[in-house]
């Protein structure tokens, strides 16, 4: 099992740009998340899915938008990138509940927006 | 709304010296807790977790924790520190809804 995994590792954007993070992950899992990560201030959830075709908003959402076509996959898309966007992006997954299942997660994904 | 407290956002220590890092928790009703670290370019991974039971919680790389109901906290605790352990600790809790609620995390820097 490959896990949880995210593409790209780095990139560069110029603002106003657009972008799509990629995560896939291979276990199956029902729930999958994204977070943004800051220095100093933890983790900030972004959007959430709990299965196929369901999607929410999380604690920080504009700017972004996410789609869950399979089980497998659920892109992030940055429309008109702006520096306040520069972060470390995490995705994440786990099978259901926190209870049994730990949230597994991607290395990550460093943005950074000039 | 429920939140953690981490109250240490740095904790330097020698090796093989004792470390405790801090969360308090804010929490009418039942709140399941949890530590997850994270190694430099990695992802967090789960350390341990509280449910239910007993209220010291063993995890993996000989850290436990103690929940502590009185004092909602849930404080991260090794007897013994490794150069490896050096990395961000976050502490999470969950009460309801569909995700974990993450603190400010707590940078542990181990020198020789």
């Known amino acids: 099992n490959a896990g949880v995994t995210q593409t790209p590792k780095f990139r560069i954007l110029k603002i106003g740009q657009s972008m799509t993070l990629q995560c896939t992950q291979d276990?199956?899992?029902?729930?999958m998340y994204w977070y943004r990560q800051d220095p100093g201030m933890g983790l900030k959830l972004i959007y959430y899915s709990v299965g196929a075709g369901i999607t929410d908003k999380g604690e920080v959402p504009n700017g972004y938008n996410v789609s869950r076509s399979t089980t497998e996959d659920f892109p992030l898309r940055l429309e008109l990138a702006a520096p306040s966007q520069t972060s470390v992006y995490f995705c994440?997954?786990?099978?259901?509940?926190?209870?049994?299942?730990?949230?597994?997660f991607g290395n990550g994904t460093r943005l950074t927006v000039t | 709304a429920q939140s953690v407290t981490q109250l240490d956002s740095q904790v330097p220590v020698f090796e093989e010296a004792p470390v405790e890092l801090r969360c308090n928790y804010s929490?009418?009703?039942?709140?399941?807790l949890f530590w997850y670290v994270q190694y430099p370019n990695q992802g967090l991974q789960l350390l341990l977790k509280y449910l239910s039971g007993s209220t010291l919680v063993k995890g993996i790389n000989g850290f436990e924790a103690e929940f502590n109901k009185s004092q909602t906290s849930f404080h991260l605790r090794k007897p013994s520190v490794h150069i490896s352990d050096t990395a961000e600790y976050f502490c999470a809790s969950w009460e309801s809804g569909y995700a974990l609620n993450f603190g400010k995390g707590t940078s542990l820097l181990v020198t020789p």
């Open positions: 929490s009418s009703v039942s709140v399941y």
């Open positions: 994440a997954s786990t099978r259901r509940g926190f209870m049994d299942s730990p949230l597994h």
């Open positions: 276990m199956n899992h029902n729930y």
